[in-house]
């Protein structure tokens, strides 16, 4: 691969000379093949680059699409509410790397996940939620003209609810648990607030930090236009330790509304449960497609006890969310 990327240095970029002195995977973003190259260039300068690439076919549960996400990326170089690596070149046809690949600038940072001293770390809390209000604050109209933009609150939360709906009926076999879960999404819809961008995987993994620098946010495969209050509710769930939203949920809340503008009303912990089933539908269907697949015979593979085990875990969550009015 160093190879390959020097040749498409070549093409691309001829005026740096690169030479590629080290080239390595690195983990994280497990949904995609990521890693990390040193290049030399002309006159001594040295540069360090990340490559962000689609897996061999039929290796990963969640599917995105790097032309998408290309496209994103550039459009936010021009918006000042949010820090993100660089994107340099795109290798849009897989020619020169085998498969689409987004070249960007490394950033040298920490993921605010591993330095949690604990879910009650206050000053990581409040860096998680001004970055979540950093992202409500990007114009819409300067994101990709191709990003599906919808009419209203409501047609987006009916988009969400038939990601769920349209995935059930492809299954090959009926599953009335998740037509239990579209009802009461359908009969149980918040008070609204203003769409906004919803970056889709917004947890601190994604976020990462360095002394005297603003946050930089990474991984923005599943951005799409939605209710910003998809985000919280998908991280909400989150199985990750030292959770900021499970250690002190009132604190965490009350800070975000404050953060976002919002009222109890549209903010609290019945509105995060409804936004954590609402914002994993895009994931959910794709890990409910997955298990789908193996029963029917497809090849296991490493990601087999993953599926497993998430959709059980889903499963539980889902219905305790689902039937704790009917509790209370």
């Known amino acids: ?14 005026e740096l000379e690169a030479r590629v002195t ?3 995977p690195i983990s994280g973003g497990y949904s995609r093949v990521t890693a990390v190259a040193d290049v030399q260039c002309a006159g001594g300068v040295e540069e360090r680059f990340v490559l962000r690439s689609d897996p061999p076919s039929g290796k990963t549960v969640f599917d995105s699409d790097r032309d998408d996400e290309w496209a994103l990326l550039t459009s936010l170089t021009d918006v000042d509410a949010v820090t993100i690596p660089c994107p340099r070149w795109y290798d849009a046809t897989g020619d020169a790397f085998g498969t689409k690949t987004i070249v960007m600038d490394h950033v040298v940072g920490t993921p605010l996940q591993l330095t949690l001293g604990g879910g009650d770390d206050v000053a990581a809390r409040t860096t998680y939620l001004e970055v979540a209000a950093a992202l409500n604050r990007i114009p819409i109209d300067a994101l990709p003209s191709t990003m599906a933009r919808p009419a209203s609150w409501d047609e987006r939360i009916d988009e969400a609810i038939d990601i769920y709906d349209h995935a059930e009926r492809e ?19 918040p008070t609204p607030v203003p769409l906004g961008v919803v970056h ?5 993994g994604n976020i990462l930090v360095a002394d005297g620098r603003p946050p930089v946010v990474i991984d923005w495969e599943f951005t799409r236009i939605g209710d910003p209050r998809e985000d919280i509710g998908y991280y909400s769930g989150s199985p990750l330790p030292n959770s900021l939203y499970q250690a002190d949920p009132d604190a965490f809340l009350a800070q975000y509304r404050e953060l976002m503008g919002y009222t109890e009303e549209q903010v609290n912990r019945d509105v995060v449960e409804y936004f954590f089933i609402l914002g994993m539908a895009q994931l959910f269907v794709q890990m409910m497609r997955g298990a789908d697949s193996l029963a029917q015979g497809g090849k296991p593979g490493v990601m087999a006890t993953f599926l497993i085990n998430s959709l059980s875990y889903f499963h539980d969550r889902y219905l305790d969310i689902c039937t704790s009015g009917a509790r209370r």
């Open 200 to 204: 889709g995987d917004f947890q601190p």
């Open 171 to 189: 299954l090959s076999g009926s599953d009335p648990f998740i037509r239990y879960v579209i009802a009461w999404l359908r009969a149980s819809r």
């Open 1 to 14: 691969m160093a190879a390959r990327l020097e040749r498409f240095l070549a093409e691309v970029a001829p």
């Open 22 to 24: 080290s080239w390595r």
